[in-house]
């Protein structure tokens, strides 16, 4: 199914639009076509039914509960960044919505009071002479705190839970495309050193404690989070000396929980 996007301003990003009724992972339809698909293009579902997560975890949601999408950007080089660069604007794109302050976990979950509404998955795909990556994204929208209690996600929280107001896919994938349209035009342009200053501000870790994880859950790090390196990388004191922790095979957390 190809549509318009109503409130779409944005000039590249979703010239190309496949609104799917559902599909496994919108990332693995884009992977799968993108060779033959625009740079720019948005494929976008309520209603994914095996979603992928960071560090090999799912990413699920109930019938019209969420919102699912994934950007293409084509060719790939000079977008190391982009999936911080999403999370930047994602976070802008749900405060401007809902009025209300969310805030980038480091490297790119988007949270509010604490609780985790986005997640953002990039994934590069390699093809004869060019690559493309592809951006993920998905939002809580209407999950009940019950419903993440039952799924046993205590970290998690949707739109409709922080704002009272229940928003379409439709109006939630505008609003992020819109807002990470100038923003990836930045990064291609100037790089991520434009932009690494307001990523700082927007990013919650930054200035906290933390505790560094490996995949099996064992502490390889621990200190106060104290800024965002040149390649995207959180810099962590540890006391001793400043540790660019990369963001590939390790979850960061509070001290005390998820922040
Ligand atoms: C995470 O926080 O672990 C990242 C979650 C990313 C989920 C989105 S939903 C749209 C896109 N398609 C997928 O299969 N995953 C991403």
Known sequence: MTDGLCGLTAKILGNRIIALLTVDSTN?????????????????TGWQQAGRGRLGRSWCAEEGQALAMSLLFKPSDGLEQLS?????AVS???????????QIKWP?????GGRKVCGILCENRWTGNNGFVVAGIGVNLRQTAAAFEKAGLPYAVSLEMVSGQAFTVEKTAAAIVNELEPLWLRLKQEGFSSLRGEYEQGCITVGRPVRVLSLGGSILLEGIAVGIAEEG???????????????GEVSVRGLDGYL
């Open 28 to 44: 693995n339809y884009l992977k799968d076509n993108g060779e033959q698909l625009p740079n720019g293009t948005l494929c976008y």
């Open 84 to 88: 911080l660069v999403c999370g930047l």
């Open 92 to 102: 802008r794109a749900l405060s401007r919505l809902c009025g209300q302050m969310f």
């Open 108 to 112: 790119n979950d988007i949270v509010c």
């Open 233 to 247: 990388y959180l810099l962590v004191d540890s006391g001793s000396k400043i540790v660019p922790v990369s963001a």
